[in-house]
């Protein structure tokens, strides 16, 4: 008997339908429960897809060390994907990503280095580009590489389709590095163009983490905004409330951008009917408990 190893189990995560949340008007909405892989989110996917065709094309050999801006979720699957593969892990990250993040990144290896919140993710990704050019490691560069959007096409977008028997109308998703909506979109719509694809980004002045509005300069490079129907702004009140919502009532134990994904979904739900609306659940809520959204109400 063959059994899986880790790398194996990444992917192939539930698609759940809410029993509490209702859309009304005939719709359905399903939820991709992606922190059910093994290191916890929806980026366990371009992690592994990112090292092994970059292996498999002989930019990078075990043992070499890879140097990576994140705000978290990417971080921690690299991590994992290096230990499983036999890298070393260098990532650069704004300081004010939650403890439970760092201390993740940490648990599989990583170096750690910080930004300011000032900085953000534009400063990680300009210090990353910096000591790249210096030789202190080799990029993957999961803004503008396209093994990111890559592993989606290979993998969520063929299994949404199967799950909803080629019955989904429309795809929520948040839009941070983009590659989950990319390559989504790219697989969805060749299977059926009529399908929707509705990306999330923040109000102005909103911050919920894995959703993100890019100054024009630093826009990935490998977002194509063609492969996106329509964009919906999403604040961080809501965000925050669905977030609890998805807990509370379904169950579903989730990050703020999940929350955020929901609040997408069932606007989407609120002009059509008889539509069969996924929406991406990005992670697991238990790397947010420093944070102080789930705190219990006074």
Not at 30 to 55: I, Q, T
Not at 65 to 85: F, K, P
Not at 135 to 157: I, M, S, V
Not at 160 to 174: D, K, N, P, Y
Request: with cysteine.
């Amino acid at each position: 008997m063959a059994f899986p190893t880790l790398a194996q189990t990444v992917g192939n995560t539930p698609l759940v339908r809410l029993a509490r949340i209702h859309a009304g008007r005939d719709n359905t909405i399903l939820a991709k429960l992606e922190g059910n892989n093994p290191a916890g989110s929806v980026k366990d996917r371009p992690a592994l897809s990112m090292l092994r065709e970059a292996e498999t094309r002989g930019d990078i050999s075990p043992g070499d060390t890879l140097i990576e801006a994140t705000s978290g979720n990417t971080g921690i699957a690299l991590a994992m994907a290096a230990a499983v593969m036999g890298y070393h892990m260098i990532l650069i990250m704004p300081d004010n990503a939650s403890s439970e993040r760092k201390q993740a990144m940490a648990a599989y290896g990583a170096k750690l280095i910080g930004v300011s919140k000032e900085a953000g993710m534009e400063g990680a990704r300009d210090l990353a580009e910096e000591m790249i050019a210096r030789g202190e490691g080799k990029p993957l560069n999961q803004f503008a590489n396209p093994d990111n959007p890559l592993a989606h096409y290979r993998t969520t977008g063929p299994e949404l389709w199967e799950q909803t028997a080629g019955r989904i109308t429309h795809f929520v998703s948040a839009m941070g590095t983009t590659g989950t909506i990319m390559g989504t979109s790219r697989y969805l719509k060749e299977r059926n163009p009529s399908i929707q694809i509705v990306g999330l980004q923040p109000e102005d002045g909103a911050s919920i983490a894995g959703i993100r509005r890019w100054p024009e300069a630093y826009l990935p490079d490998i977002y194509e905004p063609q492969r996106v129907d329509s964009v919906l702004d999403i604040g961080q009140q809501e965000a925050e409330e669905h977030m609890r919502r998805l807990a509370r009532e379904e169950g579903i134990f989730a990050g703020v951008s999940s929350g955020g994904a929901l609040a997408g979904a069932l606007k989407v739900a609120e002009q059509v009917d008889n539509a069969v609306i996924v929406f991406i659940v990005c992670d697991r809520g238990d790397r947010y408990l420093s944070t102080g959204l789930y705190a219990p109400e006074a």
